[in-house]
């Protein structure tokens, strides 16, 4: 029957692809049997002609161009100009199926190749991101709102510490009066004058108001003034 016949022509044809595969396998098939079949192949995975050549050709050149036979596999065809996964290709013209504009729109300079404008650009109008105030100290960005020092005040020494007894930061961190942490523990000591100090202290800081000194100085106690971070100044201004 007519069915009969269509099945036995289709498995003569499977068994001559099974045939041709062996041979390219062995690598006993030619150059072109070699080429056509891989085309067959590989044509739904879009690795066309161009590609395929350049491969071949570049294989020849790792042989010496003598021309030798080299098995080329399926998986070393590489795709070329060709968009990347998952991405769309934007249409040109009503035969890319995405309609007249290809979601770009009407004219202008969005919908140009290259077109585009900046983040945050309103076509030369003031932008949203100037027409809001800024925001005042630390939050603004600005150096003036946050510390200079770690500050501490003679009345806290005058309760925390006994008589005799060296101050220094690391001696207040360790005491817990202060509590240091992140930016703070690159900032220097400095002593202000609130309070009253009836012990014999030695204070060891970077900066001490002027109250702070004479009130720990009449009190029997030592200042001891270390050497802070050096200002960085221009050689001309030195």
């Known amino acids: 029957s007519k069915r009969e016949r269509e099945r036995e022509e289709e498995e003569e044809e499977e068994e001559r692809r099974r045939e041709k595969r062996r041979e390219y396998e062995d690598g006993s098939a030619s150059e072109e049997e070699q080429r056509g079949l ?7 995975r879009g690795v066309g002609v161009a590609a395929f050549d350049e491969k071949l050709s570049g294989s020849r050149e790792r ?8 098995k080329v596999q399926a998986q070393q065809l590489v795709a070329r100009g060709w968009v990347e996964e998952g991405e769309e290709e934007k249409g040109r013209g009503y035969g890319a199926g995405q309609g007249g504009s290809a979601g770009k729109g009407m004219r202008g300079q969005n919908a140009r190749s290259g077109g585009g404008t900046r983040p945050g650009f309103e076509g030369g109008q003031n932008p949203l991101y100037r027409r809001l105030p800024k925001l005042r100290g630390i939050a603004g960005g600005m150096g003036a709102g946050q510390k200079d020092y770690n500050v501490v005040n003679v009345g806290v020494l005058n309760e925390r510490f006994s008589e005799g007894e060296v101050v220094s930061l690391a001696s207040l961190e360790e005491k817990r009066v202060l509590d240091i942490s992140g930016r703070e523990k690159k900032l220097p000591l400095k002593v202000l004058g609130d309070g009253a100090i009836e012990k014999n202290l030695t204070v060891e800081a970077v900066a001490f108001s002027k109250a702070a000194k004479e009130k720990i100085e009449s009190a029997g106690g030592k200042v001891v003034e270390l050497p802070g971070k050096k200002k960085w100044m221009r050689a001309r201004d030195k």
């Open 63 to 70: 042989l010496g161009g003598r021309g030798e036979r080299r």
């Open 38 to 44: 891989v085309l067959r192949e590989e044509e739904r």
